[in-house]
């Protein structure tokens, strides 16, 4: 499979401090990959240098084969390429489906109807289960469907990309195994995924190949089970 994303060289400084180091990754149009690493590992800087929210010091960023180097999130975002937060921010003045229209209508590359935007709204609550939480707030959701409604508003700009960010922390293990499905239903219908995740179980049910990040470096690439036993993955989270 050609890469969908394609990443060279990415490096990304703070004063003295080397946050990424000449990170290569390629991603494959409709692949589950897995990031991992320690805490402090790079993993936010990188995803904040691939969505535009950081700039990085260098190398290049590519989607689809179009650079992206020089362009805004916005305009990232309209290229196909959208993100979860892990910490879920919903308007909260706004209802769920309101939530939803307000991606529908500005983050994606194609203008909607009013109708449309409710049929396409309704479909996505549909699709992540909060169909009958739509004219609620976000405040009166529990952790697991703000998590969804975070997906969901991710979803609504129709990205070819979809960087989920710790999308299971502090969930049950029955909702992480929700969760989990859920991306691999996104995933069946067409959407490629990085799923950044601490939760082991979840990243290796979910991941046809892994990567590990540890000090801003790559240390690690390829399937799951092998990278799991990796000596410098097993230090890193293990101890020497």
Do not use: W
Not at 38 to 67: A, E, M
Not at 99 to 117: F, H, I, Q
Not at 127 to 140: E, F, M, N
């Amino acid at each position: 499979m050609a890469a969908l994303l394609d990443v060279q060289g990415l490096g990304k400084r703070f004063g003295g401090f080397t946050a990424l180091a000449d990170i290569d990754l390629q991603v494959a149009a409709g692949e589950r990959l897995g990031l991992i690493g320690p805490n402090g590992s790079g993993k936010s800087t990188f995803v904040n240098c691939i969505s535009g929210t950081l700039r990085h010091d260098s190398g290049r960023v590519t989607l689809g084969g179009q650079l992206l180097d020089a362009l805004p999130p916005h305009q990232r975002t309209r290229l196909g390429l959208a993100r979860s937060f892990q910490l879920p921010r919903p308007f909260g003045s706004l209802t769920v489906a309101e939530n939803l229209r307000v991606p529908l209508l500005y983050a994606g590359a194609t203008k909607l109807s009013d109708a449309e935007c409710r049929e396409r709204g309704m479909a996505l609550l549909g699709q992540v289960g909060l169909a009958d939480k739509a004219a609620q707030r976000p405040r009166d959701l529990t952790q697991i469907e703000q998590r969804k409604l975070e997906l969901a508003r991710a979803m609504a700009a129709g990205p070819r990309l979809l960087i989920a960010d710790e999308s299971m922390a502090g969930l049950s293990n029955a909702e992480v195994d929700e969760i989990v499905d859920l991306l691999l239903r996104l995933n069946g219908q067409g959407v490629t995924i990085i799923m950044i995740e601490h939760i082991m179980r979840a990243v290796m049910a979910f991941s046809q190949r892994l990567v590990c990040f540890v000090a801003g470096r790559k240390v690690a690439d390829g399937l799951p089970e092998e990278v799991v036993r990796n000596p410098e993955v097993e230090r890193a989270y293990l101890g020497e």
